[in-house]
């Protein structure tokens, strides 16, 4: 891990995502993501299934090559940065199958790695790894005047012209499916939404139907809420009472609340974050 830490913090963060992708990349955030989509008039989101572990040991090695490092050198990181567990479902696939031999024994094995969620490294690899086909969805996208963005597994599209409709809609999420099933990602058909103009549209949890982009009603309902509570009933008594298994894990939960609230409309997060500094903590 303190190796894929060196990786991540001196290899991976000084090397440019593209421009669409908001996530993992310094001074990218949810806010400038949503922003692009802000006005829109047809949005369509789309979730890619299994993200992290899509993608291949074999592609992150052609990161590392394209980085300019050498090919052994590039394989060795390659397998630093990826998991090959014995038992898998994507190990029935021919294509996540091993059919090179190596002279070193030592680096033979039946199955190809992949990127395991939650590793210091996965997050930019992904973005890296992505990069090419984030370009060519860019210019799909394009093409019928779409905005696009991704933000990790998320990748979301919008356009302001009232002459789109939902058969242009269908025919693009069609051979977007097809370009992303060419690279070996799939969609979450069940998280596919299509908002129309006049429907409600959010873009990560914000909503984008103004100008800039905005927290929803229910997010400051449950924020309101979280703080009353701890207000008039004390931090245990709402921590038992929201089945929290502990007092800290609930503050950590509740301050994280505030700073996403912050990074969106600073006035209101500051006012929140006030009456969070009251309450007598135990």
Known sequence: MNVQRWIAKYILNQVPVHRNSFAYSPDSTIVKCAAKHCGAQWLIKIDVSGFFSSLSEIQVYRVFRSLGYQRLISFEMARICTLAPEISPRYRFTNWQNRHEFKISAYSRDSIGYLPQGAPTSP???????????????????????????????????????????????????????????????????????????????????????????LSRAF???????????????????????NFETVGGMRRHVRGLIDFASMVDEAYGTQQMARFDRIDWP
């Not at 400051?220 to 929201?242: F, K, P, S, V």
Request: proline share 3%; no cysteine.
């Open 124 to 214: 930019m690899l992904s973005n890296l790894i992505m990069r090419e086909l984030d370009e060519q969805i860019t210019r799909m996208s394009k093409k019928i005047g779409l905005q696009y963005s991704r933000y990790a597994d998320d990748m979301t599209f919008s356009t302001r012209s009232k002459k789109f409709d939902r058969s242009i809609a269908s025919k693009f999420i069609w051979n977007l499916k097809k370009l992303l099933i060419s690279d070996g990602l799939y969609v979450n058909s069940k998280k596919t939404v299509v908002s129309p103009p006049g429907a409600k549209k959010s873009v990560l949890g914000l909503l984008v139907d103004g100008s800039l982009p905005r």
């Open 220 to 242: 400051r309902e449950g924020l309101r809420q979280h703080l009353y509570y701890l207000e008039t009933l004390g931090a245990i008594e709402h921590a038992r009472n929201r």
